[in-house]
Each structure stands twice: as C-alpha cells, then as structure tokens.
DNA sequence: TGCTACCGTTTTGGATCCAGTTCCCGAGCA
DNA sequence: TGCTCGGGAACTGGATCCAAAACGGTAGCA
C-alpha cells in the first residue's frame, strides 16, 4: 500500500529527488562536500543507491566528482550563469519556433492553466509554487516541440540555476514582471506568433539574469 | 607501476570508457538489453562499478533506463538523427561564432595539426583513426570558445551518433568531402571570418545527415 | 621556524550477498 | 485455440563488509 505522496518505486529515485531539491532550494550550498556516509544516513538509505543518484546529478551538472575525492555541489560563477542563460536564450527560441506550428487547444489549454497557477502564487507571495507552476508553463511549450533531446537539456539547464531563480522570484517586482511577461508571451503563441513570443521570452530571461547578476556580486 | 596505455584510476572509469566505446563502434548494437553480470564479468570487474558507469551513460544518452528493467542501448530513429543534427547546428553555430574572436596561433597550430592527420587518415581509409582526429579538429575550435558547458553538451550529441558517423566515414567519397569541407572552414576561420565557417560546417553536416538517412532507410 | 616524512583516521571505491521485482513458460480452463 | 493464472528462474536493487586512497596532525630534522 503506497502513502498519499507515494515514494518513488527505486531508493536511488527518492534520492534523487530529496538532493536534487536540496540542492535547487540551496539547503545544500554550492561548494559543499557531500559526506556520503552522513547523507545516505539521513535519507536512510545505504551509500549505493545514493552514488548511483550522485552520478546522474553530475551528468545533469549539479555536482562535480573527483576520483577518490568524492562529489561536491557546483559553484557557478558570474560568467557560468552567463553562459547558462545563452545557451537557454537559443536553445528555447528553437523549442517555441519548433512548438508555434503544433500547438493545439490541448496544449494553449495547459499552458493557462499553468499560468492561472503562477498568477495566484504570485499574488501571494508563495515563490516555491510559483516556481513550480513557472516551470510547468514553460516547459508545457517546449514538451509541445516533440523534441525530447531538446527539452532534456533544456530542463538540465534550468535544474542547474534553480537556487539562483528562487532569489528572482523573492522580489515582488519581480514577480509582476513574470506574470506580465508571461501574458504577452501567451497572447502572441495564441497568435501564432513565434517571433513575438520568442522576443518576450528573451526579455523575461534577460530581466531575470540582470536581477541576479545584481545580487550575486553582493 | 602502470601500463603503458595506463588504465583509468577507477574501475568505473575503467568501465565507462569500454562500454562507451562498444556502444558507438556498434559492437554493442542498439536495442540490446544490458546483462549486467555478463558484461561485468567480461570486463572483470563487480556490478557495483559497471552500474555506475551504466548512470553515466544514460546521461549522456547512450543507453536508457528503467527501473526494475534494467538499461538498453538506444536506438535511434530517422527524427532522432534528424533533431541530435539540428540541435549540432545551433550549438556549434553558437561555439563557432564565440570561439573566432578568442582565436590564437596555438589553438590554430592544434587545428592545422588535426587536420593533417585527418587528410593523412582520409588517403588511408583508416576509418577509427580519422573519426578520432576528426572529433579532435572540431572540438580544438569548440573548446576555444571557453563555454564550457556548451562544449559538454555537443559532445553528448557527438557521442550519441558515433555509431552512425564512422558509416559515413566508409565511403571515400564521402571523406573527400570532409577533407574539402575542413580546408575550406580553416581558411574561414585564420581569415576571422566566423559566419563564412559557420556555413561551411552546416554544409559539413547536412551532407552527413543526408547520406545517413540514405542508408538507415535501406 | 619551516619543511618533510610518517602514521592513524576518515572517506571513497568495490565485491559479495540477500531481497524484491520482472520475465518466461506451462498448466488449467473457457 | 486463446486466455488467465501460478510458480520458478533470471535479473535488478540495495545493504553490508572490506580494501585502498586521501586527509590531518605530529614528530623529527635542517
């Protein structure tokens, strides 16, 4: 009989998602050594299945190993976070100008559910649901590309900035930005208007990594 | 005291390499299922290190996974080929065009010395050396862009055809093709002339996905 | 004082063993 | 004949134990 939440199905599956967040909610800073001893204990698991979750964090790039030194959380410096909103920047323009010419009631029909979401959590302040819904949102429109590479990375790319973004989110300023922004972007998909929609996604990026970039150097 | 050819320090390095290597050769064909207690026991070592590695590589998109099932080497279709070329062109373009203003006489040297073997590897027919010195000229050039993430993410996609890039090696026409293509490209480039190389490198590609489709077809 | 070599401790890497799930095949039945 | 339901074999998932490498502190020495 499985709880409400029900665990994932493997052990190395529940582990990854708890370091996962732990790392994307900042629990876990950016730098720090994982113990796999101390960890795996707390989770109350054995090691193994927590080196086998260690190991698909470090191929989605959120920690980095060392033979016979052990995993550590990634540091990102200014110019990597740079780097990650450029290769997002193209990227994502290839998902929406791939998705524009599939796009369905089905899915323009997720995409204001999603945002509905976003536009009550922000409303009341409640950034880890808005996170949540932010992301369902977009990615909703990139899943619509039918380019499942192409999401993959994408979605490795958000994971590895995600402690950065809840930061943004923390602003109420910026979180009207979002909703606004958000808005746009749906009326012009609802267009048909790939470009347009390409053009408010970039300033929303651009809006988001100026933000950051502000906080980090402080 | 170590080898000559010195194996990695790890049993899992030791691992990820040999079944990386029989994944793209296509010695390990796709859609096989992975016995782990045969494989670990061809190459001597305990299932521990071998699943790890197995992670690695479903990171990088080489085999997939399921719970309970067990990891398989992955097959691509027609419209997966097509969208790992696709995706080359846009991250490459992006590398191509950050690398030209970061250009020097060393990373030019390296670039000249791939290339040389490549012709000499290409007169030869030596198949496995030239899709090595190959990857070597292009990734020289990728690497010079100092975006390291990007250049992880085209190797994955390199690494995911593999199998599939050494076919178009067989043909000697098509190799000439490659010779002329690389020429024209280096020229480009010592010229600072990045979109000049850009579209020699998207010919470079679209050459190769299309003989590829060619022959998955039959 | 500063450097180096050594040794005990900590931590990671790997092998083995057991548990739980899936797969495969055949018996029973409609 | 075709379908469903065991039941055992095969395989994956995970825990424990041991080996090997890295770390940290101290003693010895220049």
Same mark, same amino acid.
């Given at each position: ?7 994932? $199905? ?9 370091? *996962?967040? +732990? ?6 800073? $950016? ?8 960890? +795996? ?7 193994? $299945? ?31 976070? *740079? ?13 929406? *100008?791939?998705?524009? $010419? ?42 619509? !590309? ?44 609802? +267009? ?15 809006? !988001? ?10």
């Amino acid at each position: 009989m499985a709880e409400v939440g029900s665990r994932p $199905p493997t052990a190395q599956q529940f582990v990854l998602g708890e370091v *996962r967040r +732990a790392i994307t909610s900042g629990e876990l800073r $950016p730098g720090t050594a994982i113990r796999q001893e101390a960890l +795996a204990g707390r989770l109350e698991v054995s090691r193994v $299945p927590l080196r086998e979750a260690l190991k698909t964090l470090e191929g989605e790039g959120l920690v980095t190993y060392r033979a016979h030194r052990g995993y550590r959380v990634v540091e990102l410096s200014m110019a990597d976070l *740079r780097e990650v909103y450029r290769l997002r920047e193209i990227l994502e323009a290839e998902a929406v *100008r791939a998705a524009v $010419p599939l796009l369905d009631e089905a899915v323009l029909g997720r995409l204001e559910a999603a945002q509905a979401e976003v536009e009550r959590a922000a409303g009341e302040g409640a950034v880890a649901v808005m996170a949540g819904a932010n992301r369902r949102f977009h990615f909703a429109l990139f899943e619509a !590309a039918a380019m499942p590479r192409l999401v993959r990375i994408i979605g490795t790319l958000w994971d590895s900035t995600d402690a950065y973004r809840s930061l943004y989110y923390a602003g109420d300023q910026n979180r009207r930005h979002v909703v606004a922004e958000h808005r746009a972007a749906l009326a012009a998909l609802r +267009a048909g208007d790939a470009e347009g929609a390409v053009r408010w996604f970039d300033r929303h990026r651009a809006a !988001a990594v100026e933000t950051l970039a502000g906080q980090i150097e402080a």
